[in-house]
């Protein structure tokens, strides 16, 4: 809830600043332009319903910022996030008086605070409320867009309006201090004859001594009690870090031995920084992203429940129990802890995905396939035609898998593999693969007639294919993670591609395939294998050319006639 009050308060706000700075543009124009503009601007936001929620968003946003300080652990942060912090602290004290000189000027004596007034104190009275009003205008902008885009960066079509939104974010600011300094510059000029700048002192009504006096007696106190508020944060955590520490420490232990005691009421996230532990966290530890979340080892039941806000963030990615997010969680007692993704995981890494993501058992069909005779023919070959001949064929064999609808996996040398059913199951997976079984022989086939002239002998190819149960999951470190699957059904997959080269055929799929294909394979050989650890062995089906294959897309049940073993 305090995030969301946060939140909502700093957008309403940000929408007054982008009405406002729209408004300075129009001085660009005409000094007439930007008055007009101001009577539209004055006429919403001084309206009872507008000034409410002004106000209010802005009492609320400041005091959620004390208490946001107060209840960190720790005062170690990522450098946007401290950058944020500050210029976020440094709002109040350069905005009050620009505040009390300009609204409470006005509704309490009746100051003008059209741009004709505030522009001849700021660059023919003060010229120096004037430069701390053009640095205002940078803070404010600053600190509002790095919330949004450390808000928003974490949905998934963000990264596509992005380079809008940056040029939107400069473009913004630059204009409505151009507008101020353009209308700024023509006060100047005129305030050079002594009979209109004597006209205007006369007609317009500026603040006296007294008031004037006023208003700085009023934002001293201000200042003063923005100043306490710091004071009260900080004393309020030396306080409660005091009391966490006669309560007693708690121990963190990471994979690589390191350990970390901290106070109780530490957060997880809070304990790996405050022990120089890389940890992910995109959001900041908000509880947006997930990237920080940990697998708990020993000590987990003395941890308190997920809140539901946690829990909600755990579901959406298919964590597993025995996960939680670390900027949430605030362990009670000693705990062993395993960080779940690199410390340097990006945004769109961050991104929600699919739970298996994160590991699980999934029955799927496995695809390997292999040039036959190509490290012979790459001898008499240039690199360059190498490179070219291989791109080709990944080329055609990746189309073939993807228009089948299954995943590829790796290319390994001048061999593929691809998965199919991860999310349509065993069944679908079986049809899709052997699908793209033969959709690969049939691009082989049209890069062999491309390539006739650039081959001595056509490119041959060997497939083998089966379905198990396996582990799929993003695996690896740092760019070369993917989705891959491990287990013994993976090792079948490819001990049948290479067993194409002892039958001589272009394929061979494994009876459990065809099965779930309904495949009709009564035309093809069957064999009885050995597969190392799996008893009994495995039967296969031979399949010379994989463009004889007919597979009825639709069918779910076994067409496979039974075959026995030799």
Known sequence: MVRRLRLCSGLFLLAFVLSHFANHALGILSLEWLEAGRRVFIAFWRSAPASILFYGSLILHVSLAFWALYQRRRLKMAPWEFWQTA???????????????????????????????????FFVFRPDYGIKQFITIGVVWIHGCLGI?????????????????AALALLIPVLAAIGIFVAGRQIQVLAQDPFWLKEVQATVQFANSSQVAEAM???????????????????????????????????????????VSVVQGTTILEASRSGGIAHASVCGGRGRCSTCRVRIGAGAQGLPEPSPEEKRVLDRVGAPPNQRLACQTRPQADLEVTPMLPASVSPRQSADGPGYLQGQEREIAILFADLRGFTTLAEHKLPYDVVFILNRYFAAMGAA??????????FIGDGVMALFGIEGGPEAGSRNALSAARAMAERLAELNRALANDLQTPLRIGIGIHVGPVIVGEMGYGSATSVTAIGDAVNTASRLETMTKEFGAQLVVSDPVAELAGLDAKDFTSHHIEVRGREGGLMVRVVEQATDLAIDETATTSKVEPAEAP
Request: glycine share 10%.
């Open 87 to 121: 210029l976020g602290f440094a709002i109040p004290p350069l905005l009050v008086g620009h505040i009390l000189g300009t609204r409470f000027l006005y509704e309490v004596f009746g100051v003008q605070d059209n741009y004709l007034a505030e522009l001849m104190i």
């Open 149 to 165: 885009h450390f808000w928003l960066r974490l949905k998934p079509w963000y990264p596509r309006v992005m380079p809008i939104a």
């Open 217 to 259: 007696w009023l934002q001293n106190a201000i200042l003063w009690g923005l100043g306490a508020l710091l004071v009260v944060a900080l004393l309020g955590r030396v306080i409660r870090r005091t009391v966490d520490r006669m309560r007693g420490l708690v121990h963190l232990t990471y994979p690589d031995g390191q350990r």
């Open 401 to 410: 898998v993807e228009s089948s609808g299954g995943r590829l996996d790796k």
